[in-house]
């Protein structure tokens, strides 16, 4: 069976510091992936997706950047946070192929100070 | 791709059945319906999805109305741990399969 993996669980980092969220899936291969926000209280925001090995397509433009160096491999970076980055990160995926439904794993809670 | 309304909360009985409105009326020919929920702190759980008949899985019945602008989810027999913010999205699968997930609605399952 199919399981996706994120990591940490949590994060509490220092304004202008760089942050690597990394996120793996196993038991499939050519997922389509996904980096989604949920700031408190409120739904989730798309942030990057990714059909392939090196293609990223960016929903809204931010302090954030996103890279699939391996087929199963997605990770969200950011040179220097921002106050504004704190949230509940999630990373998704999905067979590549119909209409198939978006898997998430247990998110990352990143806290900025 | 299409918007939804539901309602931002509503409260059921444990044992009884919960039946989730939501609104589409803008919804196009080749758009699905999806559900899912998100249980405190955790990450959204898929529940189950569908395009223009009704489904139902072991967790749930998708009722999509013949036009296609609503549907409603049904949980048969809500129990407490059904209690969490449940989203209806409706998206193109071949546009990379992104979701727009809206506010949702927050159910509470009370004993």
């Known amino acids: 069976s199919q399981t996706i993996h994120q990591w940490p669980a949590t994060l509490v980092q220092p304004v202008g510091s760089p942050l690597s969220l990394e996120c793996t899936v196993e038991?499939?291969?050519?997922?389509?992936l996904y980096w989604y926000r949920q700031a408190a209280g409120r739904g989730l925001q798309l942030l990057f997706y990714?059909?392939?090995?090196?293609?990223i397509s960016s929903e809204v433009p931010q302090n954030l950047s996103a890279s699939r160096p391996q087929d199963r491999q997605f990770i969200l970076s950011s040179k220097k946070l921002l106050l504004s980055d704190s949230g509940f990160y999630l990373c998704?995926?999905?067979?590549?192929?119909?209409?198939?439904?978006?898997?998430f794993g247990d998110g990352t809670r990143l806290s900025i100070l | 791709d299409a918007k939804t309304t539901q309602p931002p909360s509503m409260d059921c009985a444990e044992g009884r059945a919960a039946n989730l409105p939501c609104n589409h009326s803008t919804i196009s020919g080749n758009e699905y319906v999806y559900w899912y929920r998100q249980i405190h702190s955790q990450g959204p759980q898929y529940i189950i999805h569908?395009?223009?008949n009704n489904e139902t899985n072991e967790m749930a019945s998708l009722i999509i109305t013949e036009d296609r602008k609503s549907s409603t989810l049904i949980l048969p027999h809500a129990t407490l741990r059904d209690t969490a913010v449940y989203y209806c999205i409706v998206s193109l699968y071949n546009q990379g399969g992104k979701l727009i997930f809206g506010q949702g609605t927050e159910l509470s399952v009370k004993p």
């Open positions: 569908g395009l223009k």
């Open positions: 990714s059909v392939g090995i090196g293609q």
């Open positions: 038991g499939t291969s050519n997922p389509n």
């Open positions: 998704a995926w999905s067979g590549s192929w119909g209409n198939q439904p978006q898997h």
